[in-house]
């Protein structure tokens, strides 16, 4: 299995009111930090090397998590200031073996079989493949406009109602997609600097293979994630 990177230096500021300063992926969820259900989804699934891009009270996620989860080898990469998505992303490929790496948001948590997301990046050829989930009302998310081949044409704002294709906030990323790309600041968002950006010059395709799917981003979901997270886990 590939390397993997979670990111997971988010202020959690929305959380603030039902976790205080906790960095949001060690906001706790039935009894465990998120970030240990997340790990413990990958583990599952077979990954072994996974890198934590931490920045926010980086030394409590690394005293929760360790070096060592299960069979998995745990990698820290800091953030000295706040970088962005994208600019973590640059940030810690550069220090992760491989051509191809996947990438986690740390308050998400999608349920998809890794395997054929790999296998189907790799047959579509993609620069960067998300994973995507069809989700009853797409109100507070962007969704993901795609064409019958399944690459992605465009990302339309948050705010539409009704049924929509949504990002699940998983990656498989070709890093020399990323690295190569002329022009991108030290401090970037992952989803509108690089990827809206450069939609139609990188080959960008998405995977409807999310089976379910949760964030903890606000307090609602927060709370519904203490029984539907475990159940997730649980599940798979």
């Known amino acids: ?53 931490v920045g926010y009270r980086h030394e409590q996620v690394r005293a929760g998590m ?20 994208g600019g973590a992303i ?41 994973a995507a989930a069809n989700v009853p009302d ?11 081949a399944r690459r992605i044409r465009a990302f339309i704002e948050k705010g539409r109602s009704g049924p929509g294709l949504i990002n699940a906030g998983v990656y498989h990323l070709r890093k020399a997609a990323l690295t190569d790309c002329a022009g991108l600041p030290q401090r970037f968002s992952f989803e509108q600097d690089f990827l809206g950006r450069y939609i139609d010059q990188i080959h960008l395709s998405a995977f409807p293979g999310v089976s379910d799917f949760i964030d903890i981003g606000v307090p609602d979901d927060y709370q519904a994630a203490q029984t539907k997270v475990p159940a997730l886990i649980a599940g798979q």
Request: net charge negative; hydrophobic share 50%.
């Open 1 to 53: 299995m590939k390397p993997a990177l979670i990111l997971a230096g988010g202020l959690g500021t929305r959380l603030r009111p039902v976790v205080g300063d906790l960095p949001k992926p060690m906001a706790d969820v039935a009894g465990k930090p998120f970030l240990w259900w997340l790990l413990k989804q990958l583990e599952n699934q077979g990954l072994r090397d996974v890198y934590l891009s």
């Open 66 to 85: 360790g070096d060592v989860f299960g069979d998995m080898h745990l990698h820290y990469v800091v953030e000295d200031e706040p970088l962005g998505t």
């Open 90 to 130: 640059l940030k810690a490929v550069a220090e992760m073996p491989g051509d191809d790496v996947l990438v986690f948001n740390g308050d998400t948590l999608a349920v998809v079989d890794l395997a054929a997301f790999i296998a189907d990046a790799e047959a579509t050829d993609a620069d960067v493949a998300l």
């Open 138 to 148: 797409a109100t507070r998310y962007g969704t993901v406009e795609i064409d019958d």
